[in-house]
C-alpha cells in the first residue's frame, strides 16, 4: 500500500478513533518517516506541526481511498497505515509537503488496497528542516469497497450551516453528524452546499415565538466570502464542530458543490447586484470557491480537467456513484422556457451530458446511483426580470420540454434506448425531504424508463419548502416533510431544531440485490422506507 499524488464505526473502531490520539503519539525525535524515537536533549527542541482540523477520508473504492489532514505550518504529512486497531503491525507512508499555496491542506491516495479491507490510519506533520520533529497524530479510519457478497451502506444529505443557523453549542453542535455516524455508513454522499460562503454567521439570531439561537462565531464567517481566506474560513467553521470532527474521521466523503461554496444562485458570467459584495465577478468568486472546496474537501484528482467535480465513484459490483456538476457549466438564469436547446439552456453542458451517458453504458454495477446537486422536477424560482420568474434549477413549470429540460431528457432517453438498468437520483438543495416517483404515463414527456428521485437535507441550516413539481417528466409526490405552512416561514427558514433536518439512509443487500432507500430525521428516526427491486 502507498501514496500516490498530492494527497465509526463498529464498536472496535469507535475504540480506536477514540483512543488513538493518546496512543503512539509523534515524539520529537522520531525517525526519518516519523516513527516514535527518543526525545532530543534540552536545548534542541523545536515546537512540532500540528493537525488543525482533523482528518477526513475520500473517494474511497475497492483499490484505493483520499487521506486528508490540515497543518499549521509548513511541513510533511506522514501516514501511519494498519489493518488492524491496534496498530501491532504498522508501516509509515511519507506523504506530501503542506504549504501556504494550499493552507497547509495534504490529501493524496492510499493505493493498493484489497476489497473489503479495514484501513486504520494515523496521520501527523513532519517539520520540514528537521525530520526527527514531528506532531501528534490523529486517527482515521475506512473501509474499501466490497467484493461481491456484502451489503453497501451509505448515507446522503447537503446544506451546512446556511441561513445563519450555525455550531450552537447549547445544543451540541450538529448533532444530526453523529446521528448519521450512529448507522456505522460505509461512506456519505455530500449533495452541494457544504458551505454557505454567502450567509454571515452572527453570534446569536432571535427565534421564532421566542428565545435565542447562540451560534460560534469566527471572523472569516461574519461577512460574505469575497477572498480565498475568507471561503477557506468557511470550511474551518465547519470543521469547529466535534462531530463534523468524529464523523470525518470514520466516514468517507464524497462530496460535491453546488452554489453556495460561491454564492447564492450563481451561473458563469454573472454580475452581482447585491451591496454586500465588493468583488461584483461571479466567476472570480467561483474561482477562489472552487480553490478552496478541492483544498478542504478529500476528492481524488483524477481529471487533467484542472478542479472537475463530475466523476463515478465506483463503490464495488452493487454501486457506481456518478456527481453531476450543475452549477460550473450551465448557462443563465433566465426564465428557461426556450423552445429549443442552444448554449442558454445548458444546465450539465455538451460535455458533461457526454460523459455520463457514455460513463452510465459502461457502468457494470448493479445499481447506478446519479448523485445531482439539484432535484429535477421540481420548481427553483431565482429572480424576477421584467415581471418574470427567472429559474435556478431544471424546471420551470408544467408544459413539454424546455429550457434546461432539453440536456435532461436527453440523459432520460438515453437511459431508456440503452436499456441502462437500476438508475436511482440522490439530490438535496431544497431543505426538506421527499420521495418522487417519475412516471412516464403522467409525464408530458414520456420517452424515459420510471425512475426515482429522493430528496434530503438540510444537515443544518433553515428548512423550507415543499417546492412545487413540474409535470415535464410525471414526477408523483409518495412522501415528504417539509414545513406546514411554508408562506408564513421568515428567510431563515425553521431553525435546525429536533425533527426538521434530514438525511437519506440507503442499504443494498448484498445477497438480493435489494436498495432500501430511508429518509430520515436528525434523530435518526425513519420517516419513509421503500425497497428497490433491481432489474436484471
Known sequence: MGIEGNWGSRISRRRFLTGAAAVGCGIVGAGALGRPGFARAPGTVRERPRITHGVQSGDVTARRGIVWARADRPSRMVVEVSLDESFARSWYVPGPVATGATDYTARGQLTQLLPDQEVFYRVHFQDLDDPGVSGEPVAGYFRAAPAPGRDVDFVWSGDTAGQG???????????????????????????????????????????PGGGTWRNVVTEEKSKVAETLAEFRGNHKYNLLDENVLAFNASVPILAQWDDHETTNNWYPGELLDDPAYTVKDADLLAARGRQAFHEFMPLRGQSPEEGRIHRVVNYGPSLDVFFLDMRAHRGPNTTNDQPAPGPETAILGPRQVEWLQRAL???KATWKVIASDMPIGLIVADDEIDEKTTFEAVAQGNGPVRGREFEISD??????????????????D???????????????????????????????????????????????????????????????????????????????????????????????????????????
Not at 414527456?445 to 413540474?470: A, I, K, M, Q, Y
Open 165 to 207: 443557523w450555525g455550531i450552537n453549542p447549547e445544543l451540541g453542535g450538529m448533532r444530526i453528524y453523529e446521528t448519521m455516524r450512529s448507522v456505522r455508513p460505509d461512506f456519505f454522499i455530500h449533495s452541494g452546499d457544504t458551505i454557505y460562503a454567502d450567509d454571515p454567521i452572527e453570534a446569536s439570531v432571535e427565534l
Open 361 to 363: 453504458l459502461d457502468s
Open 411 to 428: 440523459v432520460l432517453s438515453f437511459i431508456r434506448r440503452y436499456a441502462v438498468r437500476n438508475v436511482v437520483w440522490l439530490t438535496a
Open 430 to 536: 431544497v431543505h426538506y425531504t421527499a420521495a418522487h416517483y417519475y412516471d412516464p404515463n403522467k409525464a408530458r414527456f414520456g420517452d424515459f424508463d420510471p425512475f426515482w428521485e429522493f430528496v434530503s437535507g438540510p444537515l443544518n441550516s433553515g428548512t423550507f419548502g415543499p417546492n412545487d413539481l413540474d409535470d415535464t417528466f410525471g414526477p408523483q409526490v409518495r412522501y415528504q416533510k417539509a414545513p406546514r405552512d411554508p408562506d408564513q416561514l421568515p428567510d431563515t427558514g425553521l431553525p435546525p431544531s429536533p425533527g426538521t433536518q434530514f438525511f437519506g439512509h440507503v442499504t443494498i443487500a448484498g445477497d438480493t440485490g435489494v436498495m432500501t432507500v430511508r429518509l430520515k430525521d436528525s434523530s435518526g428516526a425513519t420517516l419513509y422506507s421503500v425497497d428497490l427491486d433491481p432489474a436484471r
